[in-house]
């Protein structure tokens, strides 16, 4: 039986979250305006229902952490952390990496497609001069897909094809996979 790691953890509400999201954005602001010339990396992750942070998702986090860490340097890139944030609605570092938007993005992309955890991950990337995320289409990629059924991910989170709990499940599962082996 696969132990539930969400049975841990302070519960966050809607407004928690929002609040965080606002904190994010005056964040990304302060660092941009501090390296403008830089692109800012954005990681954190996303996390189904009320729980956003326990031991599981730290470990979780520090794992993905360092894969992405393994991805960038993979593709002669340097990652420099300026911000971490440690909060009852979530982990979220930032860092700022060179001046290569695209070369930033496809490396960040790579980290979400193939690492082992990656799928649960977002790394926004950001410039002063593009303060919305670069995205797939704008690489002219595939969009995101969703973790349980390959559909995509914005679809899957519109119409609340999956549960919670399945999400839940999913995500429980992978991490006794890769850490109770």
């Known amino acids: 039986m696969t132990r539930n790691i969400f049975k841990d953890g302070k519960p966050q509400s809607i407004t928690d979250v929002l609040q965080e999201k606002d904190m994010r954005v005056q964040i990304q602001q302060a660092v941009l305006h501090q390296h403008p010339d830089q692109v800012l990396v954005d990681i954190k992750m996303n996390i189904p229902g009320p729980i956003k942070n326990n031991r599981y998702l730290t470990r979780i986090f520090d794992k993905g952490i360092k894969d ?32 290569d938007l695209f070369k930033i993005k496809k490396a960040a992309i790579a980290f979400e497609e193939n690492s082992t955890f990656g799928r649960l991950f977002d790394a926004d990337v950001i410039t002063k001069n593009s303060p919305a995320a670069i995205s797939r289409k704008d690489l002219g990629l595939p969009v995101r897909k969703c973790f349980l059924c390959n559909r995509p991910a914005k679809e899957c989170a519109r119409s609340r094809r999956h549960s919670v709990e399945e999400m839940q499940a999913y995500i429980s599962k992978l991490y006794c996979e890769q850490f109770e082996k």
């Open 68 to 99: 992405f860490k393994q991805t960038i340097e993979q593709v002669d890139l340097t990652a420099k952390l300026v911000k971490e944030l440690d909060v009852d609605a979530g982990q979220e570092k930032f860092y700022i990496i060179g001046s």
